[in-house]
Structures are given as C-alpha cells and as structure tokens.
C-alpha cells in the first residue's frame, strides 16, 4: 500500500514539474514576442490543447486587411492588450502568478483554422481559454458567453481590458503604466526649454514688422469662420471621413444623401457660405469704390449674383437631402 502511495506521489511530482516546466517555456516564448504569443496552428495547439491547463489564456483576434478601418481601431486594440500583457509580466515577475494568465494574439492570415476553430465572425474579439476547458486537436473551441468580452464598450481601453482580466481569472493585472516621451526626470527641464522658446518667439512675433498688417488678421479670421462653418473640429472630433466609397458603383463619393455629412462636403458648404460672406463685404466695401457709375453698377450686380449662386448650390443641396424645399420671401 505505501508503495501504490509512493508510486502516485511521485507520478503526481512529476506531472507538477512537467507541467512548471511547460509553464516557463511559454512564458519565456511570451517574453520573445514582447509579451504577446503569437499564435498559428502549431503554437495554438502547444498553448490550448489538453483536458486542462494550469493558466487562463487571454486571446485577443487580429486582421492586418481590417486594420485601415477607422472605425474598428484594431491597431489601437493591439496597442492597448500589449501594454496589458507588459503590465501584468511587470505586476507578477518572480512570483508564482506570473504563469498564471498567459497572452495571445491570432492573426487571420496565419491562424485562419483557429477563427473558424472559436466561431469568429466579427472583430473586435477578445476572449478567455479558462483553465478546465478541454481542447481537443482540430476541435471546435467553444467559450462561455461570460468569457467573451461583450463589443458593447468597444473601444476597450488598457484599463478596461485590465478590468475584465481580474473579473475573469481573479488575478490582477497591476498599474498600467502607459511608455512616455520624455522621462519625468528630464520633464521640468524641458518645460522650462518650451516656456523660454515660447517666450522668445512671442516677444520677437510681437516686435516684427508683418504683425502689424491688418490683412494678415483679416485672412486669419476668414480662415477661422471657413474651417468653423465647415464642421472641421466635428470632423476630426468625430473622425468623419473625407469622402465615402459607393460599394454598388465603386467609386468615391463626396456627398451623401440622408442626414449624414462627409468631410468634404462640409467643407464644401463651408467655402460657399464664406463666398455668401466675403461678397456682401465686397458689395460695401469693394463696389462703392469704383468712381464709374456703370462699371460700379456691374461690379455691384456681379457680387449679388454670385451671392446668389452661391446660396442657391446650398439650398438645392438642403433640398437633394432632406426632401424640404426652401421658401422664398421678397419684401
């Protein structure tokens, strides 16, 4: 009977080392890839396969094609679980919790098995392997729904990503500690530097001689009343594409029929109310200039008329989006 117990006991020590020993290796194999393993049909099997494990993966789905499409910010999200994985690793260095999450990223192009393997449709993804899932080579990889990081918080920040990591393994990933430019004990002398360029530039702006034309503040404010008008900061605010693309007809659009704007459109429209603008400035204080009666009087009729263009290109646009026509009222 000692001798069964002995027998178990040292199968059970072994299986334990084996395991540690399969541990270190993946964390060493996460550690050569900056904190993220890189996964592919090989990789994956090594990582997940087996009845159990003794860690959680964190997998994180990635598509090179997708990421020039704003509106998922894929490579902010890779940014973002990396600075995760590095956070953790730096959290649990040398203790036994460093094995116990492990991270990961799958590529479509190079784990495309894997995607259909975990039923991915849709990116963002971002799920947890727990530890008692049995993974069977080549078989379906099916998680819970508490598993799988729910798409209605996208876009998931570090910390969010961080919060969701402690809910479902109950170990923390740490302080995210985001890289800086410039180190903290450089900062207050280059704040100093900045102040005094500052200084120095303003003082001689100031004194020079270009600053004391008023056409220069003049085209300053034109600017400042086009780019207003124009929705720019809602543009970039809001990320607002430039010009759309028709799938139908594949071909680039600038305007877009309905309630939505592109950029360029605004911008568009932008440049016509200044042209409505700069004309009735240029029927006071252009027109009365002119010493000839008839040509003053064509000038005058001139600058009406393109007024007159301008704000009908905009009413005929209200009108193409929205279905209402504009009402004309003549005193």
Do not use: C
């Amino acid at each position: 009977m000692r001798a069964v117990l002995g027998l178990a006991l040292l199968l059970a020590i072994g299986a334990a080392a084996a395991a540690g020993d399969e541990v270190d290796r993946l964390l060493a194999l996460q550690k050569r890839h900056g904190g993220v393993i890189e996964l592919d049909t090989k990789t994956a099997q090594q990582l997940l396969g087996g009845k159990s494990r003794p860690y959680s993966v964190i997998i994180v789905a990635d598509a090179k094609d997708l990421r020039s499409q704003g509106k998922l910010k894929l490579g902010q999200l890779m940014a973002d679980f990396k600075l995760v994985a590095k956070s953790f690793a730096a959290e649990h260095a040398g203790k036994p919790a460093a094995g116990s999450v492990l991270f990961a990223r799958m590529e479509f192009s190079k784990a495309k098995d894997l995607f259909g393997r975990m039923g991915i449709q849709a990116l963002p993804y971002l799920a947890r392997v727990p530890p008692s899932l049995a993974i069977d080579e080549g078989g379906a990889l099916t998680l819970n729904k508490e598993d799988v990081m729910p798409t209605s918080s996208y876009p998931w920040s570090a910390e969010t990503i961080a919060t969701w990591v402690l809910e479902r393994t109950g170990v923390a990933v740490g302080e995210i500690k985001r890289p800086t430019l410039v180190s903290t004990r450089l900062m207050p002398i280059l704040s100093l530097a900045v102040l005094g360029a500052l200084g120095f530039v303003g003082f001689h702006l100031y004194h020079a001689s270009f600053m004391r034309h008023t056409f220069l503040y003049a085209v300053g404010a034109i600017f400042i009343y086009w780019f207003s008008v124009s929705g720019g900061m809602f543009n970039i605010i809001r990320g607002v594409p430039l010009v759309g693309y028709d799938q139908r007809k594949r071909q680039s659009m600038l305007f877009m029929q309905g309630q939505g704007q592109l950029g360029a459109e605004g911008f568009i429209m932008g440049s016509l109310y200044t042209t409505v603008g700069m004309a009735v400035a240029a029927l006071i204080m252009v027109a009365p200039k002119v010493k000839d009666p008839n040509t003053q009087r064509v000038v005058a009729y001139g600058i009406i008329l393109v007024a007159f263009m301008a704000f009908r290109m905009v009413t005929s646009n209200h009108l193409w989006k929205t279905g209402m026509s504009t009402d004309w009222y003549l005193f």
